[in-house]
């Protein structure tokens, strides 16, 4: 067991760091955002499980040569308080850090489910006081601001679309329908169960860097996701049109209440989607 301990710490250490850092950027996950948004997910799942395996079989080594006996060898020690001839400190060391993290991770993504579906249910009370519904457009809401803004809201039962005044002023009709129709992928798609991933594995571990840039290229990939599938409805050139003339309004339509946590799209991400329509 020592060895598989050894070959999975590894693998916890290469999806922890140089995996991670030569994935921002990849010009394959931009032309397959799909593909790219899988992999980071299996570079997350499979970090974990690797990290914390290890400690276990690290512990457990002591116990048993095979996974079964230790567990038994485990249970005897926490029932009888004995522990078997060759077990040390180091072995409960291993057993508790694995343990730890295992509740730490689960905590924190329990924490910020709970958080983000909180905070969009009192967001969706506030869209209801502040806004009007729009007769033309079912479940789209109209905010009477200059400022382009549209974003929807995901929901259990029912999601709301967000438009603002200044936005329908900036667009033409196949305009405004790309802006609908990318912020709609976003909750088809169900991007923000992606993000609340994401967002506890940057929470729960703040001093890894690639958890911070995962979050970040994520965040960009679901965008490049949510422009595909819009470009199965409208047309490239109406999205990028919508894109750019938004942009240089002084904000952008892609950052929705889904990602509210994210910091916004700098120009070098925002070239990246534009490129991609060209």
Not at 23 to 29: F, R, V
Not at 56 to 71: C, I, N, P
Not at 185 to 209: C, G, M, N, Q, Y
Not at 219 to 231: F, G, I, S, V
Request: proline content about 5%; charged content about 15%; some cysteine.
């Amino acid at each position: 067991m020592i060895a598989a301990a050894i070959t999975l710490g590894l693998v916890a250490v290469l999806l922890a760091w140089p995996v991670p850092a030569l994935l921002p950027g990849a010009a394959w996950a931009y032309r397959r955002p799909t593909l790219g948004l899988l992999v980071w997910q299996l570079v997350a799942l499979v970090g974990g499980i690797s990290m914390i395996g290890s400690l276990v079989l690290l512990g457990a080594a002591t116990f048993a040569t095979d996974l079964a006996d230790a567990a038994n060898g485990i249970w005897g020690f926490v029932a009888d308080n004995e522990l078997p001839a060759g077990a040390s400190v180091w072995s409960l060391l291993a057993l508790s850090g694995a343990l730890f993290l295992t509740v730490h991770l689960l905590l924190n993504l329990l924490v910020t489910v709970v958080y983000a579906e909180r905070e969009r249910t009192r967001h969706a009370q506030l869209i209801t006081l502040l806004s009007e519904p729009m007769s033309d457009r079912p479940g789209t809401r109209l905010i009477d601001t200059p400022a382009p803004v549209a974003y929807c809201l995901p929901g259990a039962l029912r999601s709301i679309t967000v438009l603002s005044a200044g936005l329908i002023q900036l667009l033409d009709e196949d305009e405004l329908q790309a802006v609908i129709e990318h912020e709609q992928a976003h909750v088809r798609l169900r991007h923000d169960i992606v993000l609340i991933f994401f967002t506890a594995w940057k929470v729960s571990l703040p001093w890894l860097p690639t958890a911070r840039n995962a979050s970040r290229e994520v965040a960009l990939l679901l965008e490049m996701h949510a422009d595909d599938d819009a470009l199965t409805r409208v047309g490239r050139g109406s999205l990028a049109r919508a894109i750019t003339i938004v942009s240089k309004g002084g904000s952008l339509p892609q950052r929705n209440e889904l990602s509210a946590t994210l910091p916004e799209s700098t120009p070098k991400e925002l070239r990246a989607r534009l490129l991609r329509l060209a």
